[in-house]
Nanobody, 118 residues
């Protein structure tokens, strides 16, 4: 059974910082890509950032220059450092893991709440 567990969410003032983490456990042999998605009330889920097993990163335009994704492959852990937070960053953040194959396999965490408010 593959499990993804997020942590690090909370309440922060605009301009502040938070660091999210996601740990993967279970029998999955390898993961090709991990990432973070978020969903605000009344809005669709959107991609925040991804990182491949080779270290290639990708960011949504709205977070470029403010957020940094990193990972530790040996322990299947991914982090999201969030700086200069804005009110529009408020959302539930979800960790995602992708294993390419026939078929592809995707796994999701339960989500962690990030609230940016003064």
């Amino acid at each position: 059974q593959v499990q993804l567990v997020e942590s690090g969410g909370g309440l922060v003032q605009p301009g502040g910082s938070l660091r999210l983490s996601c740990a993967v456990s279970g029998s999955i042999l390898s993961i090709n890509r991990m990432g973070w998605y978020r969903q605000a009330p009344g809005k669709q889920r959107e991609l925040v950032a991804t990182i491949t097993s080779g270290g290639t990163t990708n960011y949504a335009d709205s977070v470029k220059g403010r957020f940094t994704i990193s990972g530790v492959n040996a322990v299947k852990t991914v982090y999201l450092q969030m700086n200069s937070l804005k009110s529009e960053d408020t959302a539930v953040y979800y960790c995602n893991a992708l294993r390419l194959g026939w078929p592809n396999r995707e796994y999701w965490g339960q989500g962690t709440q990030v609230t940016v408010s003064s």
